[in-house]
């Protein structure tokens, strides 16, 4: 699995100490650097642009004397909205270079936290992508009196506008040449003082549970976590990787900025959302940080693609991963492969699974990472057995992304690994798990009561999350300490335990389960994946309209009760889902149901759907419910629906084993 | 380094709001039929003219006579290229006419099927491309050259048709509404002066219909390329046409701004059907 380290030599990282900042970070790899080796490259118009590090500090510095120009102060916050572009680098590392710094917002924001983020952060300048992201800011600039300049960088569409705060990024960087030649030596000034301690990038968290807090991390924290991640896992400068995750989320922050700074490899962005699996696949990255959803949106597509080929490749590819499988459980047990087995994993890997991997450019990954969310341990030992490794994060915004993860082959299915060196921690009485190191945050901005709850006098992180430590001393993580249910003989069991089993069937996209404590009467609303679904029942001739026509099909709720019994024999009798419904939509983030980072808002899904999971609770056979739809040109429509509750009592499923002969014995 | 494009899409020197196109008492008969029965209007360099009719009243007939593949008996149909220079289309091939910057979509997309998107929008290069036998063939000096210049600007086309994610996909593979989007891109690869659309955003849905309408709009606003088009959505020609042309059994009944269309009684008989004559 780690073929081609050896011969890949990891560099150590540069140097740091108290006052290391990102900005003399990248001064230092222009130095080493310059115009051999290149820092940041986009595609764009169908090929890769390169910028070397001397090009991207040029633009950083003229970009930060432009900042300079428009009075951006130390200690400010800039805001960045937009998608993952140089850009966006170029912007944050300018900021931080005056001794301000930036808070990402993520490009599928609208109104209301748009408004929340400028607000909180008292945000002057904002550095907007494009035509749709300048005109959210100038619909909200009522209520958006402290917005002085909107800086914008691609100009299509924008040519025409004639509004007074409008500014390009180009521009910008012009005025700020100018400034900078008659201020020599200003910037160096600015960059010399300053400190470990500053506040380099303020990220929101997710807020699950209420409106995102905007956590403040220092240059200190950022690198002391990129220090330790690179001590588990050395990232070589010739590390490809490819970054797609929005810059605001703590993750994509922690692998391109803290990590790439501090060991120089080249960054690389995407063409646009819809080219974003092809230019993956084009770069082949070395490295891969993704929430959950990303792995089981690639497993989907796998199972939907193995189910639709013909006999001779789905025996194959059934075959070869159960090899694989065998192969990647006696690796991890720390045995040593017999030569049967051996020989058996390289034809599986010749015939079946490196032709997977290569469709889903993961050809060359060294090291994959989820975190952000648990992932189920189905997608994980799958991704295991087609020679992915797939390595669990867990950490939080609050401590940088990364506390505990699993190192090469001392990886288990069920627990998040092994505290990173420098990190210590501890289970409190009550079960939470307790955090300390150096890359625990500085606080929220503008919020000490909230600070002052996540961060106690000796300085432990109150994670929230309920977990414990195995035998091995591996981190379990049982779920957010309010989620945990309680089981008739007491013991505690984890919703999202049951939920990714859920979520582990391709035809699942969302999973919601309620229970009572003490109670084993479990229920979920489950939303369908139209993409897997839609061909499912295309194969079957079934015809549909709308999403809500299709999860309205009597033959869907079937399949997905198949689907239901399949995840229910692989759980605790006690803990079994007795009665599903399928919503007629999907969750959606524009409705709250859903943080940015596709994350359930359990109290947003409890207010809104109370009826529905009266109905699921007492057992009803249906419930009736109002949706309000709101068209395009703003006017509105109220439909009565009705949702089938199934009950999965006396279920018996019609093709027991389906699964396995899609993917071979492997239960 | 803007991220502004560096090709300029619009073919015609014309300063905007000059006479480009005069198609003057135009007749096309079929036999018996008369398809276009003196048609006469203007059109002005940089609007978006949309033609409208019901069924059978002779638009396509009327775009297939600018672009040459029909010959009108009557009538003349001059096109101004340039500071003071004319030409009558009528009696000039297809090809000559593609020349002077006349590029067209098609109302039954006709575009090639087993090609890739960007090898379909590099054909709308070929008339500004100089080929020699052996240099194209082998891939080297010139032709190379030409080749990279040439895809900067394709490049730029797909870009501002957002089609990036199809781009090395055959066209018969793709959804229509992609297909009509890319049968516009290889108009604009001719870097038109005059854009002629037939029915761009026919059998779309409203989603689709709005960005076309959008991509229509910034060509027009960003390029300032003239487009002349038939569309039978009259939500959307009210909305993005500064100028409109009714034909009604080969007839223009009326020439106008959206408005005063819109308010013309003859239009509307020709649309609701005229009130029965007691």
Redesign the interface.
Known sequence: MSRGLERRAATDPLPVDDATTLPKLLAELDRRFADTRIAVQEK???IWQPISWRDLHA?VRDFAHGLASLGVRPGEVVAVLGDNRPEWLVAELAAQSLGACTVGIYPTSVGEEIVHVLTDGQVRVVVAEDQEQVDKIIDLKDRLPGIEKVIY?????L??YEVPYLM???AVEATGREWGEAHQGWLDEQIAAGRGDDVAVICTTSGTTGRPKLAMLSHANLLEMGRSLNMVDPIGVESRYLSFLPLAWIGEQMIAVACGLQLGFTLSFA??A??QR?DLRELGPNVMFSPPRIWEDMLSSIMVRVGEAGWLKRKAFAWGQAVGDRYAETRLKGEKAGLLLRLQHRVADWVALRPVRDQLGLTRIDRAYTGGAPLGPDVFRFFHSIGVNLKQIYGQTEICGIAVMHTDDDIKFATVGKPCPGTDIRIADNGEILLKSKAVFHGYYGNEAATAEAIDAEGWLHTGDAGYLDEHGHLVVIDRAKDVMEMPDGTRFSPAFIENKLKFSPYVDEAVVFWQDGSSDITAILTIDPATVGAWAEHRRLGYTTYTDLAGKAEVRELIAEEVARANEDLPESVRVRRFLLLHKQFDPDDDEITRTRKVRRRVINERYATIIEGLVEGAPEVQIKSVVTY?DGTTATRDITLQIVSMDGFTPKHPGARRSLFGSNA | MSRAYRHNLNGSTLRAGALQLEIKDVTLRFGGVRALDGVAFNVAQGDIHAIIGPNGAGKTSLLNCISGLYRPQVGEIILHYGEGAVRNLVRTRPGAIARLGVARTFQNIELFRQMTVLENLMLGRHVHMKHRLAASFLYYGPSQKQEIRERELVEEVIDLLEIQSVRTKQVGALAYGFQKRVELGRALCMQPALLLLDEPMAGMNAEEKEDMARFILDVNDLAGVTTVLIEHDMGVIMDISDRVSVLDFGRCIADGSPAEVGSDQAVRDAYLGQEAHA
């Open positions: 764009r118009y169908g633009r960088y691609d100009t299509r569409g040519e025409l390009e990024f180009t063409e646009e819809g080219t092809a395009q």
